[in-house]
Every structure is written in C-alpha cells, then in structure tokens.
C-alpha cells in the first residue's frame, strides 16, 4: 500500500531551523524523482525542491541557499533541511514523486512565527 508520511514540523521562530522527514512507502523509491512541496494557507500547492534518483537537486527561487533536501533510499526516507526560516515559509509541507504521482500524506505543519 503506497503511503507517504510527513513529519518533523512545528513552530519556530524567524531565523530558525527544522528539518522534515518523509517515510515514502512506494514501489522503486530508490529510482523516483522525489520532492518537497508546501501549501501556504490560501495559496495553493508549490514545489519546493526536488532530488533526482541520482541525487541531484532543484530549489525553487525562494528558498535556494536556505533549504537542503536529501534521501536515504535504503530508508526510504526523504529529507527537507530548512534553515533561516523566515515568516514566509509557514505552510503545510508534503512530499510526493516530482509527478505527484501518490496520493498525498496528511503533510507536516510549519509554523515560522515570533
């Protein structure tokens, strides 16, 4: 059963940082462009950064040089290392196939907030 859980969220103030875990139980991981995506309240859905199978990565403009994502395919785990979070990045965090192919997880809180 394909199933994708988030987790790692929470709130943190401006300048902090958190890092966010996906466990992506579906089928030839190991070779699926995986990516981070958030929605913003009232906004819609937005790709964040991807990884290859490889392992190379893609930012979105906003949050290149802050964000970090990563994977452990023997995990099958991706990672989202977010640091100097700003108010902006506040949003519920999914991961999916760079397709977004499965369906979504409940996704992951993140508050960036004083």
């Known amino acids: 059963q394909v199933q994708l859980v988030e987790s790692g969220g929470g709130l943190v103030q401006p300048g902090g940082s958190l890092r966010l875990s996906c466990v992506a139980s579906i089928i030839m991981f190991r070779s699926r462009d995986m990516a981070w995506y958030r929605q913003a309240p009232g906004k819609q859905r937005e790709l964040v950064a991807s990884?290859?199978?490889?392992?190379?990565?893609d930012y979105a403009e906003s949050v290149k040089g802050r964000f970090t994502i990563s994977r452990d395919n023997a995990k099958y785990t991706v990672y989202l290392q977010m640091t100097s979070l700003k108010p902006e990045d506040t949003g519920v965090y999914y991961c999916?196939?760079?397709?977004?192919?499965?369906?979504w997880g409940q996704g992951t809180q993140v508050t960036v907030s004083s």
């Open positions: 999916n196939s760079k397709s977004g192919l499965f369906m």
């Open positions: 990884i290859t199978g490889g392992g190379d990565t």
